[in-house]
Structures are given as C-alpha cells and as structure tokens.
Nanobody, 122 residues
Framework: QGELVESGGGLVQAGGSLRLSCEVS????????MGWFRQAPGKEREFVAA???????HYEDSVKGRFTISRDNSKNAVFLQMDSLKPEDTAVYYC????????????????WGQGTQVTVSS
C-alpha cells in the first residue's frame, strides 16, 4: 500500500451524497497541504478541494457549497464529503499531499493515492 489510500467511492444517484476517505501516514496530518483532485475519462486532472489547516480550506468553484474537506487526526484520515452530487462530478477522485502553502496545482503535489471511482447517475 501507499502512504495515501482512498476509499468510499461508488455509484450514487444525482442529488445524493458520498463520503470519500483518505487514509494517510500520520506525518501528513501536520503541516502538509492535503488535496482532493479528480479526473474524468479524456480530461485532465482538476483541483477539487484542499485542506491547509482548520478554517483554511479551499474549493473549486463548481463544488463550493456542495463538497466539504475535513481532517480527523484520530482516524489518520482526510475526508471529502460530497453532497448534491451531479453527473458531471463523475470521475476518479485522488487524494494528494504536498509541502508548502499552494494548493490548487496538481503538479505541485508529491504524494498521491491510487484513486477511487465516483459515478453519479442522472
């Protein structure tokens, strides 16, 4: 296994919810930026959400208000709660980690999970 392992993907109806989990090495629960990205077939990987610290979270505009990134140190995990899902949210979702403060550029992330499939039906 890798240092980041995603789970929780699946098939859901439009308007439904899923909660993705990213089991991480404990060191990533400190000063690292944790991010969620997604990649649909034939598309480039895109930024979804990032967690820099409590109260310092960031979201891509299309998911703002619907998705919530959080961290639970007791579970060694980062989560992405996805509500009001839309078919266009269908993608493989990846958890990632990086040094520093920037958060939205996938090229800056050093550590990546294997991805988990999210499919939203209409």
């Amino acid at each position: 296994q890798g240092e980041l392992v995603e789970s929780g993907g699946g098939l859901v109806q439009a308007g439904g919810s899923l909660r993705l989990s990213c089991e991480v090495s404990r060191r990533f629960l400190g000063t690292y930026v944790m991010g969620w990205f997604r990649q649909a077939p034939g598309k480039e990987r895109e930024f979804v959400a990032a967690y820099r610290s409590a109260g310092d979270t960031h979201y891509e505009d299309s998911v703002k208000g619907r998705f919530t990134i959080s961290r639970d140190n007791s579970k060694n995990a980062v989560f992405l709660q996805m509500d009001s899902l839309k078919p266009e949210d269908t993608a493989v979702y990846y958890c990632a980690a990086k040094y520093g403060r920037n958060y939205d550029d996938s090229k800056e992330y050093k550590w990546w999970g294997q991805g988990t499939q999210v499919t939203v039906s209409s």
